[in-house]
């Protein structure tokens, strides 16, 4: 079956710090993969998705590829804020109008 | 986007009894999602809820314990039933949107079981 693997948080950086959480998938087809974020005390919110090999996503500074060959989705931000703090979730589906299968989620904390 | 609406957006209950989330869409769609986020852990599909037809329930969770109504194409009920502390968590529902490739989640219900 489909799986999704994060890396465990929680993560602590300072503002301006570089992010990375690490984003591993298991499927049998061809997947979209998505990022998700929760603020504290929301519901999920889309940040971007991919949909093919070598797509990119990008949305409100935050960037993931879509790598087939490592069959990987890292989220990535070249300068953090103390609002990014949220926790965020990778997912993928197969097929259109199929569930989504949700990673564990990885806790950020940015600090001044 | 779609805008999604959930009522109650929490709750706490006593053991034993009973409660009815209500998620309003703000325009027609096929499939309705629900889901469950346990405390500190990831959302889990409960179940797929489409209009005119029973909804399918995924591993582990059964409709004497989730039953669901669809009674239109915008909105659908979960019925979280004799409620035990083990089923205090978020509950969320989904619709999809665009080419039916992305899920846009409503703002979810906590709900706290005594």
């Known amino acids: 079956g489909n799986s999704v693997t994060q890396m465990e948080g929680p993560v602590t950086l300072s503002e301006e710090a570089f992010l990375t959480i690490n984003c591993t998938y298991t499927?049998?087809?061809?997947?979209?993969l998505f990022w998700y974020v929760q603020y504290p005390g929301e519901g999920l919110q889309l940040l971007l998705k991919a949909t093919k090999a070598d797509d990119k996503g990008s949305n409100k500074g935050f960037e993931a590829t879509y790598r087939k060959e490592t069959t990987s989705f890292h989220l990535e931000k070249g300068s953090v804020q103390v609002s990014d703090s949220a926790v965020y979730f990778c997912a993928l589906s197969e097929g259109g109008g199929n569930k989504l299968t949700f990673g564990t989620g990885t806790q950020l904390k940015v600090e001044l | 986007s779609a805008v999604i609406s959930q009522k109650p957006s929490r709750d706490i209950c006593q053991r034993g009894t009973s409660l009815t989330i209500q998620c309003q869409v703000d325009s027609q769609v096929t499939m309705m999602f629900w889901y469950r986020q346990q405390p500190g852990q990831s959302l889990t599909l409960i179940a797929t809820a489409n209009q005119g037809s029973e909804a399918t329930y995924e591993s582990g969770f059964v409709i004497d314990k989730f039953p669901i109504s669809r009674p239109n194409l915008t909105f659908s009920t979960l019925t979280v039933s004799n409620m035990s502390p083990e089923d205090s968590s978020i509950y969320l529902c989904?619709?999809?949107?665009?080419?039916?490739?992305?899920?846009?989640f409503g703002p979810g219900t906590r709900l706290t079981v005594l």
């Open positions: 499927a049998t087809g061809y997947p979209s």
């Open positions: 989904s619709v999809y949107r665009g080419r039916r490739d992305t899920q846009y």
